[in-house]
């Protein structure tokens, strides 16, 4: 199959949603990572994302909507923490599981009761949500296992041939994922941290998340148990007290600060930024991947605001 790299116009876009209403898969950005979508509602059609990206089929999907019409259609009911939720953070970098509806085919959910749901805020995402006029299952469009899409360039490295268009709106904005936030029970739980920080949410409803290692349910939000995010060099985190040589010349050193070091040629840092590593830290995994890089040091950060989910994709980079 040829891929086609296309700018988003009103023909392109027009294009993309004719591609999903007849059963195929589209990249697309959103305001987080590229998505890799397929008509939520059309069984076959979720189930050549599967196999494009290698994904195991126990590992759910993301639904994307763009108005409340489709949410209603899409879940059984919205609890007041949900409604909450996305009074506050829709459209925006936030995923809701709630109950789902009939509507929604066992493929997206891995056969669970419940749907994961995001409305993005991307311009060119809403658009084709709305074209296509059918809600849009989307998982990040990077193969099993990389680095999630923050460009154009990335999702044609890893799906080229393997879809037939991919709509390219330059660079991601936050250049990680979607936080994910169980909201059908008692209380909400954070499964996955993302753009929106837990100190957001907590703001927002006023009370604690808990944390899905808080809630001692391992399985949760099965895509977590998967090693995920990796370069193909060998990521070494550390923590600031730790005396540093490199393993090997071919190393690269990545910190959140600027800092002296000296025994590194290679030396990446982010002027202090959470918000800029975040846009880069996927990007660069697979630049340095490119310039044969063998080890990769990564300093911890601060868990807060944004470093929660920093921190989680370094830790799942770095796990072997
Ligand atoms: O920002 C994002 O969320 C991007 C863009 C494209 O929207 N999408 C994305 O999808 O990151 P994906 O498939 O790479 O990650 C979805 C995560 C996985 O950890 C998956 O297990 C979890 O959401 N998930 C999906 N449905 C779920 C459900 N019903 N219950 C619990 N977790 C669910
Ligand atoms: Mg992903």
Redesign the pocket.
Known sequence: MKTQIVVPDSDSIAQAAELIRAGEIVAFP?E??Y?LGANALDAAAVQKIFLAKGRPSD????V?IASRGQLRELVQSISSDAETLLEAFWPG?L?L?LPKSKAVPDEV?AG?Q???I?W?SHPIAQQLIQEAGVPIA???ANLSGKP?PTRAEHVAEDLTERIPLILDGGATEIGL??S?V?VTGEEPIL??A?GISKEELERSLGRPVLVHSDAGETA?????KYRHYAPQAKLILFSEDVPLVPETENSALITLDACDSPLFKNHIHFSGSKQKMAHEIFELFRSLDKQGVQVIYVQQIDPSGLGQAIMDRLNRAAER
Request: no cysteine; hydrophobic share 30%; net charge positive.
């Open positions: 959103t987080t990572v998505g590992n759910p999907l993301i994307h970098p995923t599981v959910t669970g419940t749907v994961a995001r993005p989307a998982p990040s999630s994922e979607s994910v169980d499964l996955r993302g949760r939000s099965p895509g977590m």
